[in-house]
């Protein structure tokens, strides 16, 4: 798993590098306003990189969302830190919780209990007396307050909880065993008591060295498919293996979604592996029966341009009537009308193949992006909401400068308003030639887990957070200068540069300033306005003015592709 979160941070930051060359061509789209919760969160000294794992809803219909971060009271650090923030319906931040062991700790998964609290599945490297890497499962109430926390295993990690009808809980994810030389991962299940107590753990062994298991799908009371990578095992709840099945290599090698249809039916969202296929991700749908029949195929084909153009798709949810709702991540994708799109998106299908044939694209000022497979959840009034990692300056800063976003979408998974818009692009779905599932021969081993308390270890800690809910410029501050006259504007989300064609402009009563000092390099979010004695009958003494930032380009027009881009206005009195 560490291997392939360092793929992923390297990831990010090539789509801070190439966005700058695509940027000019993307047909994109965006958010909405009043039902948008588009949060990000910095601590009191700026913001570093925050990427997030997971989303879950909460009892009052707001959100709990696990990230890990690079910094902690304001101190850029590395390895992370993991948090979670808990925000109302409105986006609001509730709380938020910071814990880390100095090497290293993911929230890989959040799992909402039937006592309204939630089981926090982190990994986390050094925890206890022991450098070596374990699970972590976190209990806590829905206001935050830890109600136990256990570590378990060696060389462990875990991605989710799944709570059962007598509030047990399956955990699945995986283990880490030196072979020769190599360490190879190994699928892992473990079932565990409502006070996190060991009940029994399963292990297979896959002939694989790159197998883990990032999900659970349950199909009764008593019966689960454990998912992951190019395996599927169907377990009962006490344990016992009644199956185990694997994706053809010719058709992927990655499995990002599995849901059950009201007909037993499997439907997978797969694709291969970009790092093994030349760096691009070509999605297909499958659906199979129980015995691993083929039902129907679908994959979305992308251009091989020796590129990362890829689709993602993860994770899907069931939403009635035979829909099937999946949050999108488009990666330098090459649509059907020609045009390049890079950002997230939804689409739909129907559980007989029946394939929705355009996609809503999310457009925002800033890079969006999130391919994990929990990192979207489907809000109670049945619209998409994803967590995101949100690049506010994809290639001027010194550092990274990602913040963590959480987007909720309204009125059929639409975004539009706060700077933000949806658009729908097309999408040619084929049919595919897959074949059935295959049988699996991994062999399965009972072993004996041991944990232990990490409440003694005090890993929590006190930080203080910003938010800001809107994808626009905001001017939270206006300060006046002397010796030269000049005013010093700060606030959040100015205009990154992007080559020059975007440049933020200060305006007063519509009238534009155009000199101004933006020294991005030091602070994005801070701009020094001027123009000399022409400044102060701009600002008449005891009037309240007007002030406000907005992007225009360089003949000081206003940017309306790839989005119209304007603060309100920051009552400033002289």
Not at 164 to 177: A, P, Q, R, Y
Not at 391 to 398: A, E, G, L, R
Not at 468 to 490: A, D, G, Y
Request: glycine fraction near 8%; include cysteine.
């Amino acid at each position: 798993m560490r291997g392939e979160k360092m793929k992923k941070n390297h990831k990010e930051i090539l789509f801070c590098l190439l966005i700058m060359i695509v940027f000019f061509i993307l047909e994109q789209a965006t958010l909405f306003a009043n039902q948008f919760v588009g949060y990000y969160w910095t601590d009191d000294d700026g913001a570093f990189a925050n990427f997030p794992w997971s989303v879950e809803n909460s009892p009052d219909n707001g959100f709990i969302i696990g990230a890990e971060t690079w910094s902690r009271n304001g101190i850029q650090m590395y390895p992370p830190d993991a948090i979670v923030i808990r925000v109302d319906s409105e986006g609001k931040v509730l709380w938020w919780k910071q814990f880390g062991t100095g090497c290293g700790v993911y929230p890989c998964g959040i799992t909402r209990t039937s006592d309204n609290s939630y089981i926090i599945a982190a990994s986390g490297n050094c925890i206890g007396d022991s450098l070596n890497a374990k699970a972590w499962l976190i209990k806590i109430k829905d206001d935050g307050t830890i109600l136990w926390q256990r570590a378990y295993g060696v060389n462990t990690y875990c991605h989710k909880a799944y709570e059962l009808f007598d509030h047990s809980l399956i955990i699945v994810g995986g283990t880490w065993e030196l072979v020769g030389e190599d360490w190879i991962n190994r699928p892992q299940v473990m079932k565990i008591d409502e006070d996190g107590n060991v009940l029994w753990t399963k292990i297979l062994k896959t002939g694989s060295d790159y197998e883990w298991l990032e999900g659970s799908t349950f199909i009764s009371d008593s019966e689960f498919i454990a998912w992951g990578r190019s395996r599927l095992y169907k377990f009962n709840i006490d344990g016992t293996l009644i199956w185990q099945k694997a994706l053809a290599e010719s058709i992927g090698n990655w499995i990002k979604s599995l849901v059950v249809t009201p007909e037993g039916n499997l439907i997978i969202a797969a694709h291969y592996d970009p790092y093994d296929v030349g760096g691009y991700a070509e999605p297909t749908i499958l659906c199979y029966s129980d015995d691993g029949t083929l039902k129907w195929a679908k994959k979305l084909p992308v251009v091989d341009n020796h590129s990362d153009n890829s689709v993602y798709l993860c994770p899907l949810f069931p939403i009635g009537d035979g829909t099937i709702t999946s949050y999108a991540f488009f990666f330098s994708y090459v649509a059907a009308d020609g045009n390049m799109y890079w950002g997230p998106g939804a689409i739909q299908f129907n559980e007989d193949g029946k394939m929705g044939q355009n996609a809503l694209f999310y457009k925002t000022p800033f890079l969006v992006t999130s391919v994990w497979s929990k990192v979207a959840t489907v809000a109670a009034d049945g619209n998409i909401v994803f967590s995101g990692e949100l690049c506010v300056d994809p290639f001027y800063s010194i550092s990274w400068d990602w913040k963590n976003a959480l987007i909720k979408t309204d009125g059929g998974n639409l975004l539009n308003g706060n700077c933000t818009e949806t658009i729908e692009i097309p999408l040619y779905w084929e049919d595919c030639d897959a074949p059935c599932l295959l049988k699996g021969n991994d062999e399965i081993e009972s072993v004996t887990t041991t944990s232990f308390d990490t409440t003694p270890y005090n890993y929590f800690y006190d930080v203080v957070v910003k938010s800001v809910n809107t994808f626009c410029p905001v001017i939270t501050q206006i300060n006046k200068l002397q010796n030269p006259f000049r005013l010093e504007i700060l606030g959040y989300n100015f205009i990154p540069p992007y080559w020059g064609s975007y440049i933020p402009q200060v305006v007063i009563n519509d009238n534009p300033v155009p000199q101004t000092t933006w020294k991005w390099w030091k602070n994005l979010n801070r701009i020094i306005a001027k123009k000399d004695t022409a400044l102060k009958y701009m600002l008449p003494k005891g009037v309240p003015v007007c002030v406000q930032i907005r992007a225009v380009d360089s003949h000081n027009n206003d940017i309306v592709y790839p989005l119209y881009q304007q603060s309100d206005c920051f009552y400033f009195t002289r």
